[in-house]
């Protein structure tokens, strides 16, 4: 069955070859970005270059994460696929310019070629794009299908967004991982690699436990799991991300157990809980975060990077890290041995009392940060409190 997805053309789409069509590129591999208003691409990585699709704007058709079929207002038809992670084939109305060496525009009757210019093959530009088109649909159709939303669009374009965030093994990483973005953020983040297969279990169990065993390839050897990590190994020195992989991990193993798969990666769980514990105790068993000297960023690990609550910049006990913290050890308690889960029990029930005899403030009757350096309870009420 053929697919339906949104064609409405907005300012940000990411378009890029996913890992699960093929080898990606983390250095070399093109990413572009939908341009608004109008129907105009922009070139991100690995440089600039314009596309500019006349007229604008299409009325019909379909727009995917790496594929596009656009019927325009003139009658005219703009169809364009990735072949692979450095080549783009375009056949219809564009107008191509590229002044960055990094970016090869190839031109041939009514096609386009963009490619990766350390990469490019300017013969492929005769590739078959029915083909190209087919190969790129082919995980979102058969997917769409099984689930029965072949006929909603915006879950259509939602399955095209997963899959062009995924990236194939590379360097330190050996399994499938996902990225926010493929552009501008672009490496292997914590919780968003949770959060991604918290949803991919759903359509594609393998995809989502590659994703989560990717996040532990780049765990370091105190336990910390870093706030990102690139294929390379460059990491932050310092921060991390909410605790949010045993969510994950028990997410996966209600979808479908897999014991190997759940006790490889409890110890390194385990190992990243301790390292939280440790090196986030404010003092009174209660974990703080990280505060930046960056006014616009005081606290990136915390996931509310701005957030008011952290405009004092003092350290605090965070109701929102410990409560993650609680929730780590409580589903560690239930995918453990009993012998282990004792331990993880006892931990939670100390965050929970914890949290109830500190963060509790009844004047307010809210749960608030305890700001340390002010020996009061943070004046910012958030949504952390639920």
């Known amino acids: 069955m053929t697919t339906e997805s949104s064609t409405r053309w907005g300012h940000g789409q990411l378009l890029a070859f996913s890992g699960l069509d093929g080898p990606t590129s983390y250095e070399s591999g093109l990413c572009l970005r939908t341009l608004g208003p109008g129907t105009a691409l922009e070139v991100k990585l690995p440089g600039l270059a314009r596309l500019a699709i006349h007229p604008e704007p299409p009325v019909s058709g379909q727009m995917g994460g790496d594929v ?21 084939l375009i056949e219809g109305p564009v107008e191509a310019a590229s002044t960055d060496p990094a970016v090869a525009v190839v031109r041939q009757d009514a096609r386009t070629l963009v490619a990766s210019a350390s990469e490019a093959r300017p013969e492929r530009i005769d590739a078959d794009l029915d083909d190209a088109i087919r190969a ?11 689930l029965g939303i072949s006929r909603r669009p915006t879950a259509v374009k939602a399955l095209s967004q997963l899959k062009t965030q995924v990236y194939s093994p590379e360097g330190v990483f ?26 991919a279990r759903h359509v594609d169990l393998p995809l989502a436990r590659d994703l ?17 990590m690139d294929p390379d190994g460059t990491c932050h020195p310092e921060y991390t991300q909410p605790p949010t992989l045993a969510l994950a991990v028990w997410a996966c ?15 390194r769980i385990e190992a990243y809980l301790d390292w939280d514990l440790t090196r986030r105790d404010g003092g009174n068993g209660l974990p703080v975060w990280k505060i930046e000297g960056n006014p616009n960023c005081r606290s990136g690990e915390s996931g509310l990077d701005n957030s008011s609550r952290f405009d004092a910049a003092h350290p605090m006990e965070a109701v929102d890290f410990a409560s993650f913290l609680a929730l780590e050890y409580d589903l560690l308690a239930r995918l453990s041995d009993p012998g282990r889960a004792a331990g993880h029990a006892e931990r939670r029930d100390r965050l929970n009392r914890l949290i109830r005899e500190r963060l509790w403030d ?13 020996g009061a309870f943070c004046p910012v009420a958030s949504v952390t409190a639920f």
């Open 68 to 88: 596009l079929d656009l019927q325009l207002a003139d009658g005219s038809r703009v169809r364009a696929a990735f072949l692979d992670a450095f080549h783009f």
């Open 136 to 146: 790129r649909r082919a995980w979102v159709e058969r997917k769409a299908d099984r």
């Open 174 to 199: 050996r399994h499938r991982w996902s990225t926010p973005d493929r552009w501008p953020h672009r490496g292997c983040w914590l919780w968003d690699s949770a959060f991604h297969a918290i949803g």
């Open 212 to 228: 989560l065993s990717a996040v532990f390839d780049g765990q370091r050897p105190d336990g910390r799991v870093p706030i990102r």
């Open 253 to 267: 193993e209600q979808t479908g157990a897999d014991p190997e798969w759940r006790d490889a990666l409890l110890p």
């Open 362 to 374: 009844e004047s307010s009757g809210l749960f608030r940060d305890f700001d340390l350096e002010a």
